[in-house]
């Protein structure tokens, strides 16, 4: 087994439903005792062949009794085994969501979202089967096989012993051997599925592939895996005829062999022909039960491994988000103190390099700076996406790690560079940023941003689905409902990142109106490689590699030669 943590950890899970799932184990014994009382029962039947008519109707009566009750068994067994299973892995999903989603960004920096996503997909229906079906089954085939071997011993003894070197022998060759089967023909798959990525490669570049002629050199890589594939299907097939013989063989073999030498001991008088028949029904049972367990043991440790996969997410350390108010709130002066800063995938790259500089409440603030040179990082800090390494940055006098993150974030209201809108309407979309806005509000604000227009020329206004399921808006337009979103949350800092960059003059000019008067009663900051865009910005820092090079008004800026200057030049002179 791999991790007893794993289990345990697991078992919490089913202990709130601790009497349903003992119950559902309770009828798991009592149908397993059922069915191992049915080849019993069997045997005596038979016994009474030579007995009267009425004796053969009891047994065959008390044997449609245990069907019946057997049935019932397993009915209730199913039913409170899927009831417990189903709660606890919704409680297993819900956690491992909740524990994924409150994970800082530097987590999703390094991972792969498809595994991510396949944790809670794939991961917990491994464990439902298991939890449901397997688990139950395992024991089931636990009891078969102790019960079994116990019920045969008081038949007898010796035919007991060989039985048991034999038929389960058998059973257990078998099951490796059809491992290694499947092992073959997952191989023959790979190459198919290689033979076929040559057939859709060549056929995609099929014009740089007549250009450079090389057809036959094609032919003859695709021959050579047709060849291949061939070759592993013979060997497949081989090992599939063998198979099929051991089995046929084998098992019927070891059958025939119990047989014949419980038909010696009959002859010896040593037993009835009742009991022979109920002792090779239950030899066919055990060897069942013995093939069963290798199978389930082996999808037992899957789940084990995917229950590890779980909790190792549930290891990470969580941000600690609460939705509480502290209190705290921000005025909106801000100051960067000699700050340092690497992404944590790219520890020894410093983003941002001593970084100092101070934003009054009010202000307008733009950042300008090359592609690359580290302006949305610094915004990622604002919001405290990430932990700085050095420095200090704090909101009027407060060190940014004294606020509480659900504080510190409804206070900043951002128009990111890379604008995802959820896939429902445009109206869930402009309320996730306020909840509690109300219709003309929202109206209000898209009218701010230029949106209302464009939004009612769709047929269905503000319910517009959006995104993936939705209609494809553009990013312009995206960006409209972006603003008007950061203006619906009505936060003390606001930050716009090209937040116009996709927009005509036109537009863009229209929008700046309204945005010049969001601007005015809070503190904001713009990051724009448009110039124009900014020009009557209170200040503007210009940065690079990370590091503050220039500040002061356009104006300023303007009159010194430096980068500033240059850019501007060649941005004017278009
Ligand atoms: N998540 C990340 N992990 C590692 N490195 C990153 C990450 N995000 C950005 N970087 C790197 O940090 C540097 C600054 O990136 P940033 O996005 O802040 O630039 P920018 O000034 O906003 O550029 P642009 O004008 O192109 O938007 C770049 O070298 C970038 O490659
Ligand atoms: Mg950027």
Redesign the pocket.
Known sequence: MKSPQAIYKLFGYIKPHKFTFLTGLFFLLLSSIASLLFPWLVGELVDQANQDISSINKIATLLLILFGAQAIFSYFRIVLFVNVTAKAMAKLRSDSFSNLIKLPVEFF?NRRIGELCSRIASDIEILKNTFTTDFAEFLRQIIMIIGGIALLSITSFKLTLFMLCTLPVIVIIAVIFGRKLRKYAKDVQNIVAESNTIVEETLQAISTIKSFTSELSEIKRYGKKAEAIADMSIKLGKLRAIFASFIIFGIFGSIVAVIWYGTILIQQDNMSIGQLFSFVLYSVFIAASVGGIAELYASIQKAIGATDELLKLQNESPEEISEENTGTSITGNIYFNQVDFS????KN?K?INNLSFEINEGEQVAIV??????????T?LLLRLYDIDNGSITFDKQKIENFSLHELRKQIGIVP?DIVLFATTIKENLLYANKTASEQDIIEAAKKANAHDFIMQFDDGYETVVGERGVEISGGQRQRIAIARAILKNPKILIF??ATSSLDSKSEQLIQESIDLLLKSRTSII?S?RLSTIKNADKIFV?EE?KLIQSGTHEQLMQKSGTYQKLATLQFKE
């Open positions: 920096s992404y944590p995938s790219r790259t983003v700076g090359l592609s690359g040179s580290g302006k949305t990082t610094i990622k560079q990142d090209e990051i490689h940065i990370g």
